[in-house]
């Protein structure tokens, strides 16, 4: 079926496109009346999702840019000890309710009664020990192990009862829980079968083509109200935006994800077709490995920070849909964003300066890119060797395959494309993507003082003095680090009309946090 529907969309795209659009020319946030209408069940919501991936498996620990594992596995079959709610608050899920000791070392989590798995079984502690112990360890592969590294012991106390140890304080640990790898299966001797797909979630799995689709039917005695409208969810991989838009637009899928910018400004005038654009932490970033010539010069990396124009980027790449961002990860949507922390103005003298620092007459390098990276990443790092070239610095961008891109390049060639969702909270990111050790630390970036930074600040618990060290972290990243991250960008979708939804989206991640599934319905 997928494979049909794939040939179908490809032959009538480009004939269809323009007639389907029509005229218009602002985004639609959050509006038509349909979606306050109340909630009701029934119906199959089909999703048309990019970021396939032909080698995605049901082991939460590897999931990384399949969507539809996010949207399916996260989303619909398995729940969290916490979720963080469409209106970006932390709240228990699994968990009835949590509490830190004063130290924020060890914390308690107390679970729900009368919660059952798809297969009939009583969710207990031990699930809960067992799927999070998946994560730990020091064979881990696992893409959660920096979430998880700072547990010291974690045990049940009964059964409805988790303790966790930490090795230091970490006032942000519960919002870590909310991770998409955290999901609890149910434990069998202190180990989780994930190849069975049983969780405790709204839905059950009915259909499944590796990295193409998934079918998914509301199971009977859902344990959380007022959730899980749908009788089905089906979600189909469309890497093409093209295809996506057309599919939306003709009726053929229910919503999408990844919109195409520069299109859905035509949209206003219609009335089947609602667009939704949610603020988050999305950015679009080119990493560079710190330890690889010429990149491990801080200032052959200041030179490149300072030949972007970040404004272009902003209206020419992202159609205004987003901000201007300034080589660190943090957005104005975080907690503890440093706003004295101004964006680099393009300056091309600047970037020579610091050139002529290194003692090289010019500079050449290459710049590996495929739209796989993100929406518009080849455009993007075209615009980028233009406005480099003024500064006397030339970007060849190498064109690389969309097939295979993020297990061939990405972390592979030492200059390249690549976006990240952003994180809820400043240590997260950063644990995640900068520190020393971490796994994906795509610039091989090491900073004594900011790893020192970074543990500290995790256990600090004065509120100033936290947001003091996370803005020295930012300043580090921006000025010294391996990263630049010329804008974050706005999600972007675009729904059927008869789609509701309630009256905020998640700016954690794409389609409401990857919730949609179980948070909308039809009205």
Same mark, same amino acid.
């Given at each position: 079926? !997928?494979?049909?529907?794939?040939?179908?969309i490809?032959?009538?795209?480009?004939g269809?496109?323009?007639?389907a659009?029509?005229?218009?020319?602002?985004?639609?946030?959050?509006?038509?009346?349909?979606?306050?209408?109340?909630?009701?069940?029934?119906?199959r919501?089909?999703?048309?999702?990019?970021?396939?991936?032909?080698?995605?498996?049901?082991?939460?620990? !590897?999931?990384?840019v399949s969507?539809?594992m996010?949207?399916?596995?996260?989303?619909?079959?398995?729940?969290?000890?916490?979720e963080?709610?469409?209106?970006?608050?932390?709240?228990p899920?699994?968990?009835?309710?949590?509490?830190?000791?004063?130290?924020?070392?060890?914390? !308690?989590?107390?679970?729900?009664?009368?919660v059952?798995?798809?297969?009939g079984?009583t969710?207990?502690?031990?699930?809960?020990?067992?799927?999070?112990?998946?994560?730990r360890?020091?064979?881990?592969?696992?893409?959660?192990k920096?979430?998880?590294?700072?547990i010291?012991?974690?045990?049940?106390?009964?059964?409805? !009862?988790?303790?966790?140890?930490?090795?230091?304080?970490?006032?942000?640990?519960a919002?870590?829980?909310?991770?998409?790898?955290?999901?609890?299966?149910?434990?069998?001797?202190?180990?989780?079968?994930?190849?069975a797909?049983i969780?405790?979630?709204?839905?059950?799995l009915a259909?499944?083509?590796?990295?193409n689709?998934?079918?998914?039917k509301?199971?009977?005695?859902y344990?959380?109200?007022?959730?899980?409208?749908?009788?089905?969810?089906?979600?189909?991989?469309i890497?093409d935006?093209?295809?996506?838009?057309?599919a939306?637009l003709t009726?053929?899928?229910?919503?999408?994800?990844?919109?195409?910018?520069?299109?859905?400004?035509?949209?206003?005038?219609?009335?089947?077709v609602?667009?939704?654009e949610?603020?988050?932490?999305?950015?679009?970033?080119?990493?560079?490995?710190?330890?690889?010539?010429?990149?491990?010069?801080?200032?052959?990396?200041?030179?490149?920070?300072?030949?972007i124009?970040?404004?272009?980027?902003?209206?020419?790449?992202?159609?205004?849909?987003?901000?201007?961002?300034?080589?660190?990860?943090i957005?104005?949507?975080?907690?503890?964003?440093?706003?004295?922390?101004?964006?680099?103005?393009?300056?091309?003298?600047?970037?020579?300066f610091?050139?002529?620092?290194?003692?090289?007459g010019g500079?050449?390098?290459?710049?590996?890119?495929?739209?796989?990276?993100?929406?518009?990443?080849?455009d993007?790092?075209?615009?980028?060797?233009?406005?480099?070239?003024?500064?006397?610095?030339?970007?060849?961008v190498?064109?690389?395959?969309?097939?295979?891109?993020?297990?061939?390049v990405?972390?592979?060639?030492?200059?390249?494309?690549?976006?990240?969702?952003?994180?809820?909270?400043?240590?997260?990111?950063?644990?995640q993507?900068?520190?020393?050790?971490a796994?994906?630390?795509d610039?091989?970036?090491?900073?004594p003082?900011?790893?020192?930074?970074?543990?500290e600040?995790?256990?600090e618990?004065?509120?100033?003095?936290?947001k003091?060290?996370?803005?020295?972290?930012?300043r580090?990243?921006?000025?010294?680090?391996?990263?630049?991250?010329?804008?974050?960008a706005?999600?972007?979708?675009?729904?059927?009309?008869?789609?509701?939804?309630g009256?905020?989206?998640?700016?954690?991640?794409?389609?409401?946090?990857m919730?949609?599934?179980e948070?909308?319905?039809f009205?």
């Amino acid at each position: 079926m !997928t494979e049909n529907f794939h040939a179908a969309i490809s032959r009538r795209q480009f004939g269809r496109m323009a007639a389907a659009l029509g005229a218009g020319a602002a985004l639609l946030p959050f509006v038509g009346g349909v979606a306050r209408a109340e909630p009701k069940s029934g119906g199959r919501l089909r999703i048309g999702a990019s970021g396939t991936n032909a080698s995605e498996s049901w082991d939460p620990a !590897t999931w990384g840019v399949s969507v539809i594992m996010g949207l399916g596995g996260f989303g619909c079959i398995y729940n969290n000890l916490v979720e963080i709610g469409s209106d970006g608050v932390l709240k228990p899920e699994l968990a009835e309710s949590y509490e830190a000791a004063p130290d924020a070392k060890t914390w !308690t989590f107390k679970l729900r009664s009368g919660v059952t798995f798809s297969n009939g079984k009583t969710l207990t502690a031990d699930d809960v020990v067992a799927s999070i112990n998946h994560h730990r360890g020091p064979d881990s592969k696992s893409s959660a192990k920096p979430i998880v590294d700072g547990i010291a012991n974690i045990k049940s106390d009964g059964s409805n !009862t988790v303790v966790i140890e930490l090795s230091s304080g970490n006032a942000d640990f519960a919002y870590l829980l909310s991770d998409y790898h955290l999901v609890v299966g149910p434990a069998d001797n202190g180990k989780v079968d994930w190849s069975a797909h049983i969780g405790t979630g709204g839905y059950t799995l009915a259909e499944y083509d590796v990295g193409n689709r998934l079918l998914l039917k509301r199971r009977d005695g859902y344990w959380k109200p007022n959730a899980a409208w749908f009788d089905e969810v089906e979600i189909i991989g469309i890497d093409d935006v093209a295809a996506r838009m057309n599919a939306v637009l003709t009726g053929e899928v229910d919503v999408i994800s990844n919109a195409d910018i520069a299109t859905v400004g035509r949209l206003k005038a219609r009335s089947d077709v609602v667009v939704d654009e949610v603020t988050g932490t999305q950015q679009f970033t080119m990493p560079m490995f710190t330890d690889t010539a010429p990149f491990n010069n801080v200032d052959v990396r200041l030179a490149l920070k300072y030949a972007i124009d970040r404004d272009e980027m902003v209206q020419k790449i992202l159609n205004g849909h987003g901000k201007v961002a300034n080589d660190q990860p943090i957005a104005p949507a975080n907690r503890y964003f440093n706003a004295d922390l101004p964006a680099r103005a393009y300056d091309p003298d600047k970037a020579k300066f610091h050139l002529k620092k290194t003692g090289a007459g010019g500079l050449k390098v290459d710049l590996h890119a495929a739209d796989a990276a993100f929406q518009g990443a080849l455009d993007t790092a075209v615009l980028f060797s233009e406005q480099a070239s003024k500064a006397g610095i030339n970007v060849n961008v190498v064109r690389e395959p969309n097939d295979g891109y993020w297990s061939n390049v990405w972390t592979k060639k030492p200059f390249v494309m690549c976006f990240w969702q952003g994180r809820p909270t400043e240590d997260w990111m950063f644990s995640q993507v900068y520190a020393a050790d971490a796994p994906w630390n795509d610039t091989h970036w090491k900073n004594p003082k900011f790893n020192k930074l970074l543990l500290e600040a995790r256990s600090e618990l004065d509120d100033a003095k936290r947001k003091q060290m996370y803005g020295e972290m930012q300043r580090l990243v921006s000025d010294d680090g391996g990263v630049i991250i010329p804008m974050f960008a706005n999600y972007v979708l675009v729904r059927r009309a008869e789609v509701a939804h309630g009256p905020s989206l998640s700016s954690v991640s794409e389609l409401d946090g990857m919730k949609c599934g179980e948070r909308w319905w039809f009205a």
